[in-house]
């Protein structure tokens, strides 16, 4: 007659093929024969793995780019966003940001004009919009936006459109800097990207070197 064994846990993970059948292993009772998109946790049960989500757009897509994770800690794990010349770092479903600064104003043009004192963004610059209220945030929060050109040190435009949009109310969150920052350090110079040397011509069958079409080079 049959029975079922108890199955308190499966901090054992997966069993080997050969332990299969191997109930009188002490493994046997806590371990799973098949784990397929989860993650055994240390208190015994099965979680599924998370998915894959959309973060951001690499920051030039014209040059190769490798996303390399990087496991800091055990609680702590990053993907590492490597191009030419640059590295973006992203954790927690985001990019990780500088500080956050808060922004007075917004207009409702083809290039929005967003006001935050002393921002010290640039032309190309990214920027992760938050914090925004009313109807304006539902369109503009959790969206990331270039810096199109920059007006003065307290205002910038972005290559968003808020024409027909709501009007800006307010927003919450960030810092009003009372002074500009300190200027990024000169970024270092990045030699272009170089093609692979062509592989070398690979012969066909053996021989001693010698030109059979050559008298002076006949065979023996």
């Given at each position: 007659?049959?029975?079922?064994?108890?199955?308190?846990?499966?901090?054992?993970?997966?069993?080997?093929?050969?332990?299969?059948?191997?109930f009188?292993?002490?493994?046997?009772?806590?371990?799973?024969?098949?784990?397929?998109?989860?993650?055994?946790?240390?208190?015994?049960?099965?979680?599924?793995?998370?998915?894959?989500?959309?973060?951001?757009?690499?920051?030039?897509?014209?040059?190769?780019?490798?996303?390399i994770?990087?496991?800091?800690?055990?609680?702590?794990?990053?993907?590492?966003?490597?191009?030419?010349?640059?590295?973006?770092?992203?954790?927690?479903?985001?990019?990780?940001?500088?500080?956050?600064?808060?922004?007075?104003?917004?207009?409702?043009?083809?290039?929005?004009?967003?006001?935050?004192?002393?921002h010290?963004?640039?032309?190309?610059?990214?920027?992760?919009?938050?914090?925004?209220?009313?109807?304006?945030?539902?369109?503009?929060?959790?969206?990331?936006?270039?810096?199109?050109?920059?007006?003065?040190?307290?205002?910038?435009?972005?290559?968003?459109?808020?024409?027909?949009?709501?009007?800006?109310?307010?927003?919450?969150g960030?810092?009003?800097?009372?002074?500009?920052?300190?200027?990024?350090?000169?970024?270092?110079?990045?030699?272009?990207?170089?093609?692979?040397?062509?592989?070398?011509?690979?012969?066909?069958?053996?021989?001693?070197?010698?030109?059979?079409?050559?008298?002076?080079?006949?065979?023996?």
């Amino acid at each position: 007659m049959g029975y079922r064994i108890a199955q308190p846990n499966f901090s054992k993970g997966e069993l080997a093929p050969h332990l299969w059948g191997r109930f009188d292993v002490d493994a046997y009772q806590t371990a799973v024969r098949k784990a397929r998109n989860c993650y055994v946790l240390k208190y015994g049960g099965l979680e599924k793995r998370p998915g894959t989500r959309f973060v951001a757009e690499v920051l030039d897509a014209s040059e190769p780019v490798r996303i390399i994770p990087f496991q800091f800690s055990i609680e702590q794990a990053y993907a590492l966003e490597m191009g030419q010349g640059y590295m973006r770092v992203a954790a927690l479903g985001g990019l990780v940001l500088n500080e956050q600064l808060a922004i007075t104003g917004i207009t409702n043009e083809a290039q929005a004009k967003i006001t935050a004192a002393y921002h010290g963004y640039s032309v190309g610059n990214e920027v992760y919009l938050s914090g925004i209220a009313g109807d304006l945030g539902e369109e503009l929060n959790g969206r990331i936006a270039t810096v199109a050109s920059v007006i003065d040190a307290d205002n910038f435009r972005i290559d968003l459109s808020t024409a027909g949009m709501a009007a800006f109310s307010s927003s919450e969150g960030g810092i009003t800097r009372s002074s500009a920052p300190d200027p990024d350090p000169d970024p270092p110079t990045v030699p272009p990207v170089v093609a692979p040397p062509e592989p070398p011509p690979t012969g066909g069958g053996g021989g001693d070197g010698r030109d059979p079409n050559n008298p002076n080079e006949q065979q023996p």
